[in-house]
Structure formats: C-alpha cells, structure tokens
C-alpha cells in the first residue's frame, strides 16, 4: 500500500542554521510529491512540488527538495532557517487521484 | 494559481445540532473535491471523496449518516455535521481537483474550518 513516512515527529534547529526534513514514500510508480507547511490554527500552504524533469525542486521561502528514487526519498531542505519557518511540515504524495499525507514533522527554532 | 475557500472559518455550536460548511473553487471547475479532518498535532484524515452529480464516497470509519457530503455543482461542495457533539470538534479542510478521469491531477487546498462543538 502506498505510504509516507516522515520519521521525525519534531525538529529543532537554530535560527540561521541549516535544516532538512526527511520523507520516505512507498509506490510502486513514479509518484507526484508535495511538501506542505501549515502554521497553528492554519490552512495548508504548498511550499512545493515534484512531478517529473529536474529531481532539484525550487520552492517558496527558500525552500527546496530533491527527489532520489533510489532512496525513495523527497528531502526537504534550507539552507538557513528564520524564527518564522517555525511550523508543522507534512509530506505528500498524489496516488490514483487521492493525496497521501505523512504525519508531519513540527519544525523548533531557537534564538 | 487555483484558489479554494472555506466557509466558516470557524463555527461553535451547541450538542445535538448541525453544521454546515461550505468549499468553494473560486477560479476554477472541481470535478472532485474531498474532505479531511485534522486532530490537534495531527495530520489530515481524509474523510471522503465527492465528485459533482454522485454520491461521496467515504473512508473507512468515517459515519455517511453524521458527515453528509453534498456537491451539487462543480465549484460548491459542503460538509453538514449532523447532531454535532464535542468529539466531533475538529479542523475540517476541503480540497478540491480539476480535470477528470482516475489520474492524479494536483489537489487545491481550502484554508479549513474550525469547529467547537459545546
């Protein structure tokens, strides 16, 4: 069955420090994969996605992501974090017509 | 890009009565839309799938009797909670998809509603 793990519940990082956010998937074909942040009390937000072409993709507020098949991975990474990318993080993946989320990583950022 | 709202935003009722939430594709037609709930620090549930003109189909577990689905036209779908009670308090978000057939298209999320049941 077509899952997403994202094996670290929460993350904590400091302000201006580095951060990737892990996600696994299991299915079986190239799959569409989404990273979606979503602030307390808050909607879903696309940071970005995956579909096909270029494994390196490009998001919003510096975010980025890069599709490995060998891995069955879809890093999310950024290079430097502000107090304000504290939030929750879900990665998705688009099966048949449905979307699969994980079950999110909350992101920490400390002075 | 597409754009999907929600209405209300947020909504406290009393035990034993219903709520209706609306999803809307405001620039775009959803053949499909679906519902998820959301427990605090979790992820989203999806509750079911309705397509214009047909019946929803519904998850596991998910009571059709308590969560009535409508989607009477390809850009309003609505969510009636029936005899609300506080288990029943929860983030309900609705996406919606265009184009058609079983092939994934990208989903567009609505920003959720928020419902507290007394």
């Known amino acids: 069955a077509q899952s997403v793990t994202q094996p670290d519940i929460h993350i904590t990082v400091s302000e201006g420090a580095s951060l990737e956010l892990r996600c696994n998937y299991s299915y079986g074909a190239t799959p569409y994969l989404f990273w979606y942040v979503q602030s307390p009390g808050q909607g879903l937000q696309l940071l970005l996605k995956y579909f096909s072409g270029d494994t390196l993709v490009q998001g919003i507020k510096g975010f980025e992501a890069e599709f490995k098949r060998s891995q069955s991975s879809f890093n999310l990474r950024k290079p430097s974090v502000h107090w304000s990318d504290a939030a929750e993080y879900f990665c998705a993946v688009g099966v048949g017509f449905k979307t699969i989320f994980g079950a999110g990583t909350r992101l920490f950022v400390k002075a | 890009g597409a754009v999907v709202s929600q209405h209300p935003s947020w909504v406290i009722c009393k035990s034993g009565t219903s709520v209706k939430i609306e999803c809307r594709s405001l620039?775009?037609?959803?053949?499909?839309m679906f519902w998820y709930r959301q427990f605090p620090k979790q992820s989203l549930m999806l509750m079911a799938t309705s397509n214009e003109g047909s019946k929803a189909t519904y998850e596991q577990g998910v009571e059709k009797d308590k969560f009535l689905i409508n989607h009477a036209s390809l850009t309003l779908s609505t969510l009636t909670v029936t005899s609300a009670h506080p288990e029943d308090s929860s983030f309900y978000i609705c996406?919606?998809?265009?184009?058609?057939?079983?092939?994934?298209?990208?989903?567009?999320f609505g920003p959720g509603t928020r419902l507290t049941v007394l």
């Open positions: 996406s919606a998809r265009g184009g058609g057939g079983s092939s994934y298209n990208e989903q567009f």
């Open positions: 620039d775009f037609q959803a053949t499909t």
